[in-house]
Structure formats: C-alpha cells, structure tokens
C-alpha cells in the first residue's frame, strides 16, 4: 500500500520561510514522479512543484519559481519543499502527489496516490 505522509506547516510571516515534508512508504522511487500541489479556499487545485526521482529533474510554477525548491533524500524515502519569502498568497493547503510514470507533468489528474495535506498560512 503506497502511503504520502505530509509535516512541516504552519503559520508564518510574510517574507518567512518553511520546509514541507512528504514521508512516503509503498513506493518504488526509481521508477516514479513527484509533485507537490497546493489549494486555497473555493479554489483550484494548482501545480507547485516536481521532481522525477531517478535523475532529480525538476519543475516549477511561475508563480513560486526562485522562491520555492524541490528536493529529496533517498535515505529517508522523503521529499521537500523549501519556502522561502513567502506571501500571503501562498496561503493553501499542500499536498504532496505521486505517480507511476516518471514523465514530467503539472495536471493533478496524472497522479496516482495523494497526502492528506499540510496547511501553510503567511500572515500579513
């Protein structure tokens, strides 16, 4: 049974930083694709970040980009997201997402297995 595993939110700043962690279990990482998503309240469900776990090739938002890094620790079976100069608009639930095909894609309809979410609030 594949299990994702979200820790690392809470209440910041503006111009703060934190690191999400996804702790997944179940999975063979040679072979799969990463992502986290994020979605406010009465919104979309939107990319924010992916990492193929083979070859660490990533991806990003415009939006987050030079802001925002994915990462992992193969050690840990882990994947991170570092924040930094956060805005209040970056206020949303998170969710880390995995999927079997290690080919790059932003839509959440590609992803297999889902976290329960971690909610991040930055504060004005």
């Known amino acids: 049974q594949v299990q994702l595993v979200e820790s690392g939110g809470g209440l910041v700043q503006t111009g703060g930083s934190l690191r999400l962690s996804c702790e997944a279990s179940?999975?063979?990482?040679?072979?799969?694709?990463l992502a986290w998503f994020r979605q406010a309240p009465g919104g979309e469900r939107e990319f924010v970040a992916g990492?193929?776990?083979?070859?660490?090739?990533?991806a990003y938002a415009d939006s987050v980009k030079g802001r925002f890094t994915i990462s992992r620790d193969s050690a840990k079976n882990t994947v991170y997201l570092q924040m930094n100069t956060l805005k209040p608009e970056d206020t949303a639930t998170y969710y880390c997402?995995?999927?079997?095909?290690?080919?790059?894609?932003?839509?959440?309809?590609?992803?297999?297995?889902w976290g329960q979410g971690a909610q991040v609030t930055v504060s004005s």
């Open positions: 990492i193929r776990w083979s070859d660490i090739i990533t």
């Open positions: 997402a995995a999927k079997i095909n290690p080919k790059v894609t932003t839509t959440q309809w590609a992803f297999n297995y």
């Open positions: 179940g999975l063979t990482f040679s072979s799969y694709y």
